[in-house]
């Protein structure tokens, strides 16, 4: 699946000097939970990506929850402030082929790349984001699912 949860307005600076550290420290303390696997995610400034496995949709939403829950709490300690971090729920799309799934994994490691473009910054075909699992390898669980495993690379263009 493809999961977006949005902060709001008096959380949006996920990716701060001040918060990184502590964000990547609660994506790699809630990559798995039984039934739930973070495979891939970013980190923007307003809201994040995540490319999980979910064995139903009670798995998904615990698995999120206690995702949500820890980077909340990191996020209100480094602020030194209380209340609620995400805005909504959040939204998840079911990837049902390799090709939709190579394409949403694509999405979510160049995400940086795509907000830094609408902002008007070059963009470097090269670079990896630090605040993504293409940088931070050893906080995301190892995938599962054939889909995430391996047929995501069937949908790959070729050439």
Not at 9 to 19: N, P, V, W, Y
Not at 42 to 62: F, G
Request: charged fraction near 20%; include cysteine.
């Amino acid at each position: 699946m493809h999961v977006t949860a949005r902060v709001g307005d008096e959380a949006a600076q996920l990716r701060s000097r001040a918060l990184c550290r502590v964000i990547l420290h609660a994506m790699g303390a809630g990559r798995k939970r039984e039934g739930f696997r973070l495979v891939h995610f970013t980190v923007q400034s307003n809201h994040v990506h995540l490319i999980v496995e979910a064995r139903d949709a009670i798995a998904l939403a615990r698995g999120i929850q206690g995702l949500s829950i820890r980077i909340a709490r990191a996020v209100n300690r480094a602020l030194e402030r209380r209340g609620k971090v995400f805005a909504d729920r959040y939204h998840a799309h079911v990837l049902r082929s390799p090709t939709e799934t190579a394409n949403a994994i694509a999405y979510v490691l160049g995400n940086a790349q795509i907000h830094a473009a609408r902002r008007g910054h070059p963009i470097r075909q090269d670079a990896i984001d630090p605040l993504s699992s293409a940088a931070n390898r050893q906080l995301v669980a190892e995938p599962h699912t054939w889909l995430l495993r391996f047929g995501w690379t069937l949908g790959l263009p070729s050439g």
